[in-house]
């Protein structure tokens, strides 16, 4: 198999649907040939890493990691073929630094992604938000009404008030093919909303992680808004503002668990 053939044949090879038989010519040729070989990795490498959003801060961590000793690697793969080859060490160190060079590519193409797929859609509600599409909470049977939505669904119910928060209107979204109960809050002049939903951890990305409370929580802050989301028994509580100071953790003491 010639190098064109091979590299003809590489993303189907990647996305597992070459046959049987390509797959094999193809992997001899890897195994012979380090300019393909270096090719492959990158491919393989970048396409991991898109897919799978970058949400993990291990995982970025381990494509450094390889990328790092594939370039290691490169020195003693050129002085194994330097017989063979003169052109085979400038291949592969300069297929390994452009690997390098499209992790930052790849960061900001993953970040993106997980904006667009999970943080504007919260965003989005929090601010096309409007008192005309919400209840106002105005009495106690606004605040039994929430509850009869939480407390079967999720076994939590709206507890104490949360210094400097008020709540003042709610209403039902639906995000991402999944139901919210979208409370609205103000602090000060800032809007603040908090969405409770089933919790599902392959739908979450990995933010920054801190303990509030005793409470993990995870934190990304873009643009126009902090994103704040947290665990609680079978919820999730997702907060939006676009106050970027405020300590939104402090709304999970408003849910309390019955």
Known sequence: MTCEEALKLL????????????????KRHLEDCQHCMARYEFEAMFKTFVTEKGASRNRTDLLKQRIQDRI??????????????????????SAAAALVLCVVAALATAQFFRHKSFVYPFEKEHFNAHPVNFEAVNDDDCIKEINSYLTPHF??????????????????????????MHLHYRNGTSKVSLFIGQYSPQNLPDFEKAIHSGIE???????????????????????????KELDLPQLASALGAI
């Open 155 to 180: 076994s939590l119910a709206l507890g104490e008030k949360v210094a400097g928060y008020e709540l003042t209107h709610y209403g039902i979204d639906e995000i991402r093919g999944h139901k919210f």
């Open 217 to 243: 929580y995870f934190r990304h802050v873009c643009l126009q808004c902090q994103v704040v989301y947290w665990k609680q028994g079978n919820a999730v509580a997702i907060a939006v503002s676009e106050n």
């Open 72 to 93: 290691s690697d490169a020195g003693e793969s050129g002085s194994r073929f330097q017989l063979r080859s003169f052109r085979s060490r400038p291949v592969i160190i």
């Open 11 to 26: 993303y189907e090879v990647i996305d597992k649907e070459a046959n049987q038989i390509d797959s094999e010519k193809v």
